[in-house]
T-cell receptor, first 116, second 116 residues
Framework: AQKITQTQPGMFVQEKEAVTLDCTYD???????LFWYKQPSSGEMIFLIY??????QNATEGRYSLNFQKARKSANLVISASQLGDSAMYFC?????????????FGTGTRLKVLA | AAGVIQSPRHLIKEKRETATLKCYPI?????VYWYQQGPGQDPQFLIS???????DKGSIPDRFSAQQFSDYHSELNMSSLELGDSALYFC???????????????FGAGTRLSVL
């Protein structure tokens, strides 16, 4: 069964430093997508970055990059030059590419606090 | 750019009452998803619709029902509300059918339901 594991319930990072949020996954499928979302205290879920299982290069979106290690089944999010506004809950999610499968499976999240 | 619109943003109900949550997807998006996020938990998939047909079903209680209308908006109907139904309910939308791992779901701001 597919599963997402985020082992860091909470993390602190100093402003302007980089931080890595861990995500490991379990799936028996060869084709899948991995996603990261940010959830500020206001509650909305904001899409950050996507990585496909067949993508050869790690995804990047501005200050966000995804360290994708397929053999280790990990998809860690790297935030560079942290800002105070990055303080939020971060969820890793996965979707398998089965026809008729639409849902995301989420991890339990990592709460990031950026310190001034 | 237009985003997913959910209404109402907040809803307070008594036990055993009914509630209707509405979702207006991003224009031209053909798939709608509903998720439930309990306090301190990750979002759990409830149900999805593709082109107005139910496409996938998760752990949605029998007391809940949902549909997608001809204009692609969706409604989640919840009856015989219980205290445990208190949660943040997200609607998300995407463009594209099942079987594709790269199917980014864009979330609305959520409806916070409190059952007293």
């Amino acid at each position: 069964a597919q599963k997402i594991t985020q082992t860091q319930p909470g993390m602190f990072v100093q402003e302007k430093e980089a931080v890595t949020l861990d995500c490991t996954y379990d799936t028996s499928d060869q084709s899948y997508g991995l996603f990261w979302y940010k959830q500020p205290s206001s509650g909305e879920m904001i899409f950050l970055i996507y990585q496909g299982s067949y993508d050869e290069q790690n995804a990047t979106e501005g200050r966000y990059s995804l360290n994708f290690q397929k053999a280790r089944k990990s998809a860690n999010l790297v935030i560079s030059a942290s800002q105070l506004g990055d303080s939020a809950m971060y969820f890793c999610a996965m979707r398998e590419a089965f026809v008729g499968t639409y849902k995301y499976i989420f991890g339990t999240g990592t709460r990031l606090k950026v310190l001034a | 750019a237009a985003g997913v619109i959910q209404s109402p943003r907040h809803l307070i109900k008594e036990k055993r009452e009914t509630a209707t949550l509405k979702c207006y997807p991003i224009p031209r998006h053909d798939t709608v998803y509903w998720y439930q996020q309990g306090p301190g938990q990750d979002p759990q998939f409830l149900i999805s619709f593709y082109e107005k047909m139910q496409s996938d079903k998760g752990s949605i209680p029998d007391r809940f029902s949902a549909q997608q209308f001809s204009d692609y908006h969706s409604e989640l109907n919840m009856s015989s509300l219980e205290l445990g139904d208190s949660a943040l309910y997200f609607c998300a939308s995407s463009l594209g059918s099942g079987g594709l791992a790269k199917n980014i779901q864009y979330f609305g701001a959520g409806t916070r339901l409190s059952v007293l």
